[in-house]
């Protein structure tokens, strides 16, 4: 890690133990723009993904991969993000991640679609952990922008940009960014999300 990188992983306060990868995930914003990552690193998250659960195993997912390597594509990528995601603009690898919105082969839609590709997504979230990368989604980019620019056609749907490179110096960030960088971690409490026996609207 550079001199002044931030640590891959930052944990909240737990009410369990849980497996670190899982509890130390975090979404930061400090991305080191001169550090490529190689592309059998990229491979591996994609491969995590490839791996995820989807009902009938129909795999809805897609993803459009952007990186340092090549320029003018990952120039495009950065294009359809918006001003206040400005942070992503340092990050050598941009993955989009979209689903067919179809089963594959039938035409009837897939309204898990989207459950199933968060669960790709996720499942690359905890391997860039294990490879010491910054995973980070966003919703803030125009997806008709990225459509525009790529060829996208209305049979996808695009969900999230993830930004990914290795850890980066988070004194580089604009003050908005930074303050979402030392915030915090916090999650609501298990009595407002979690209904044991007995459901509660
Ligand atoms: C679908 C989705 C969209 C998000 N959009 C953005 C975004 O546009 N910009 C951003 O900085 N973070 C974005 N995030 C990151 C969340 O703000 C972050 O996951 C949340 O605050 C919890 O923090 P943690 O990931 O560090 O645990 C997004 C996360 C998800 C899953």
Request: net charge negative.
């Amino acid at each position: 890690m550079k001199e002044n990188a931030h640590s891959v992983t930052r944990t909240g306060t737990l009410l369990h133990r849980i497996d670190p990868v899982i509890a130390g995930r975090w979404s930061s914003r400090a991305i080191d723009p001169d550090r490529e990552v190689p592309a059998e690193t990229v491979d591996l998250l994609l491969e995590a993904a490839r791996w995820a659960p989807s009902a009938f195993n129909n795999q809805p997912w897609k993803f459009l991969v952007l990186t340092s390597r090549d320029p003018e594509s990952l120039q495009k990528g950065r294009d359809a993000l918006l001003p206040g995601n400005a942070w992503a603009l340092n990050a050598p690898v941009l993955i989009y991640t979209m689903a067919y919105k179809s089963y594959r082969g039938k035409d009837r839609e897939n309204w898990r679609r989207g459950y199933e590709t968060g669960m790709a997504a996720v499942s690359m979230a905890f391997q860039a952990v294990h490879e010491g990368l910054v995973f980070h989604q966003m919703a803030g980019f125009s997806a008709d922008v990225l459509k525009e620019s790529f060829g996208i056609s209305d049979t996808y749907d695009v969900f999230t940009a993830i930004a990914a490179g290795y850890p980066g110096r988070e004194d580089l960030l604009d003050e908005k960014a930074l303050a979402g960088e030392t915030a915090e971690r916090i999650r609501l409490d298990p009595e407002k999300i979690i209904c044991r026996g007995s459901w509660e609207n």
